[in-house]
């Protein structure tokens, strides 16, 4: 997610964003989203990967008094925000990153490499030059032993990421 501020208010778009080189990031968005045109006026961006995430019910900490709770994980990325010229090479990093999770994975055809050319006057490209990275999380590292167990285990029933998240932390 790409968070920036438009005539002070702040706005965000659910953008891919991929590692650039020495310190940046680099990602693409829609020239129809209005977002992008604010970005030389205020460059400053937050960029957010958000990981696994889940309620947390009281009944399964087994004590009283219990209050819910939300687990999370994430880094949150700030830097300055450039737009770049050349969409395509940052549209084609993204899909090959993205296809590298498949199994089959898909191979743009040379038709399929026109067609993203014939996109490109529709798509925004932008250079994030990294100011700061930080993770957040919240895991129940709070509790005691027992009540953390009870949580990895409901946790490993009802979202098996954050459970795989809690056993590492």
């Given amino acids: 997610m790409v968070v ?8 965000a778009t659910h953008a891919p964003v991929l590692p ?8 693409h968005l829609a020239r129809a989203n209005p977002q992008w045109r604010s970005f030389e006026s205020s460059p400053e961006v937050l960029v957010v990967f958000s990981g696994p995430h889940g309620y947390v019910s009281p009944t399964v900490y087994g004590t009283d008094p219990a209050v819910p709770t939300w687990d999370y994980a994430a880094v949150h990325v700030t830097g300055r925000v450039e737009l770049i010229d050349d969409a395509l090479e940052v549209v084609e990093r993204t ?6 999770l498949r199994s089959p994975s898909w191979e ?18 932008f250079r994030v030059h990294v100011r700061t990275r930080e993770s957040v999380f919240k895991l129940s590292q709070d ?3 027992e009540r953390y167990a ?3 285990a409901c946790a490993g029933a009802e979202n098996p990421r954050l459970a795989e998240l809690m056993d590492r932390s």
């Avoid at 920036?4 to 706005?11: A, K, R």
């Avoid at 650039?20 to 990602?27: D, H, K, P, R, S």
């Fill in 108 to 125: 743009p055809t040379p038709a399929s490499r026109e067609r993203f050319r014939a996109l490109l006057p529709g798509v925004v490209a």
């Fill in 150 to 152: 009870r949580v990895r």
């Fill in 4 to 11: 920036s501020t438009v005539d002070g208010v702040p706005v």
């Fill in 143 to 145: 509790l005691d032993d």
């Fill in 20 to 27: 650039g080189e020495a310190g940046t990031l680099v990602g």
């Fill in 95 to 100: 899909v090959a990153a993205a296809e590298s």
